[in-house]
């Protein structure tokens, strides 16, 4: 199978913290190693043309374009502080990129991955699964960036210390010894629980957590390009958002549910302040229930009712059994508040009301899709897309006045019987075989894929001028294969 992994980096502390942790992550044991698993495969990193000259000339970059091939997408523009939107848009020109590809990986530069882990999802996908969803745990910056370099070790072959490897075990270990705060205040026995509390934890002692979470990172997803969905516009973040429009079940999602299959982690500096209010009570059902009313879409409370053990240790079933029938207990409590009828809730709970109405309003919003130009659209002529749009808007005419003939009976039966006269049905079938000439092969396999808007869209795009006007999202980026 081919992967497409996309990496968005921006500024010198990202790329720095990419090349000396995360990228030789990558290239241990089991992930980007040279193995069959990955071949055809290809590394797109989304990043500034400033950024591109640092990574360039580093080995960790050396070594992976010896095992895949590398492709840049340069930003043009850096839009303000929105951090989080500019990350989307980059995601999003990622999924549009996949379109070729069979699965795109999704990961950040400070993302450190296990030996071994990016292979055993990526073998999920090939099993059949649609996505691999897992916890991301947040260690401190400040400590892992004094640990991990020591354990860098060269590659075969190369006397440059470019790959990590490490052990599932030891990097959960190495992750609990240097928790960031903010996971801790997850914990189900804390004093004061996180105000934003996406993961709920209890501890495991000497042998790791237990962890629920509501939000997972998407690890990998099969690319979906017949699926309008796939290409949907999003700005909050990829977990949050993008997940839950384009996934209505979970039936053929993989939930990574031991750390042994994969252990990814991220880092957050010290000073990152998670939950500031000072006066933030114990963790309880009601409090998580009013946090999910608000932030937990229906895809993310399934995700909630499955386990991630994070260990370092062999397994007590024991200990953890015990622990899963807490979390069972919590999970369930949440789930059945969460299910109060509107009606009731109101003037039962006000706050958890009001969080409610405040999901409904944001959810509401991303309801109205709009969606990025499909990439294979942008290989079509301006003759082709005219051809798709006249073509498209016909059918939907048609489609219109069907639905106003359905509610007139009569009129409808007038209709239908005229056009079963024979002298329309042999006039029906040389506009048959005009259309199908008209539309041409290409234009036939793309023809009701997508809205109206979006070969529009696509048209506007093949003007520079009018795309710089009206389109500039569509012009943000800049592709350079050439590595």
């Known amino acids: 199978m081919k992967y497409l992994f996309s990496m968005v980096i921006w500024g010198e502390e990202y790329a720095r913290e990419f090349l000396e942790l995360s990228l030789p992550s990558q290239l241990a044991e089991g992930n980007i190693d040279g193995s069959t698993w990955h071949e055809g495969s290809k590394y797109l990193i989304l990043t500034t043309r400033k950024d591109a000259e640092i990574i360039k000339v580093n080995p960790a970059f050396h070594l992976l374009q010896k095992r895949l091939k590398v492709g840049f997408a340069y930003i043009k523009r850096l839009p303000g502080s929105e951090m989080y939107k500019l990350t989307s848009q980059c995601q999003m020109e990622a999924i549009r990129v996949s379109e070729s590809f069979d699965a795109v990986f999704f990961s950040y530069p400070d993302f450190i991955w296990s030996q071994g882990g990016m292979g055993n999802v990526a073998a999920r996908i090939a099993e059949g699964c649609d996505a691999v969803l897992s916890p991301v745990p947040r260690a401190i910056t400040e400590d892992m960036t004094e640990i991990l370099p020591k354990l860098k070790t060269p590659a075969p072959g190369s006397t440059a210390p470019s790959v990590l490897n490490i052990a599932p075990r030891d990097l959960v270990q190495l992750s609990l010894e240097n928790f960031h705060q903010g996971m801790w205040d997850f914990c189900w026995d804390t004093e004061k629980f996180s105000v934003f509390p996406s993961t709920i934890m209890w501890k495991i002692p000497d042998q790791g957590v237990l962890m629920r979470s509501y939000h997972l990172h998407p690890l990998v997803i099969r690319t979906q390009p017949k699926n309008i969905n796939y290409y949907v516009k999003f700005s ?146 301006v003759a082709e897309l005219i051809k798709v749009i006249g073509l498209q808007s016909l059918v939907n005419t048609i489609g219109y006045l069907a639905r106003i003939l359905i509610n007139l009976p009569a009129l409808y039966r007038l209709v239908d019987a005229t056009i079963k006269l024979p002298v329309f049905r042999w006039l029906g079938g040389i506009w048959v075989m005009l259309v199908k000439r008209y539309k041409g092969g290409l234009v036939a396999k793309s023809i009701l894929r997508f809205p109206l808007s979006v070969y529009f869209r696509a048209l506007l795009f093949k003007s520079t001028i009018l795309s710089r006007l009206l389109l500039p999202s569509s012009n943000m980026f800049i592709h350079d294969d050439s590595g």
């Open 236 to 381: 909050v973040s990829i977990d949050e958002e993008y997940m839950p429009i384009l996934f209505k079940g979970d039936d053929n999602i993989h939930y990574v549910e031991d750390s042994d299959e994969c252990t990814v982690i991220s880092l957050s500096s010290r000073k990152t302040v998670f939950s500031p209010a000072r006066d933030r009570p114990p963790a309880s059902v009601p409090i998580l229930a009013r946090w999910a009313e608000e932030y937990a879409s229906v895809l993310h409370r399934s995700c909630v009712k499955h386990s991630l053990r994070w260990h370092h240790a062999s397994v007590d079933e024991r200990l953890w059994e015990d622990a899963e029938g807490q979390a069972e207990e919590v999970v369930s409590a949440v789930a059945e508040r969460l299910s109060v009828p509107g009606d009731i809730l109101r003037f039962e709970n006000i706050p958890a009301s009001a969080a409610r109405v405040r999901r409904i309003k944001r959810f509401s919003h991303w309801r109205k899709s709009k969606y990025t130009i499909p990439f294979a659209l942008t290989r079509l002529s």
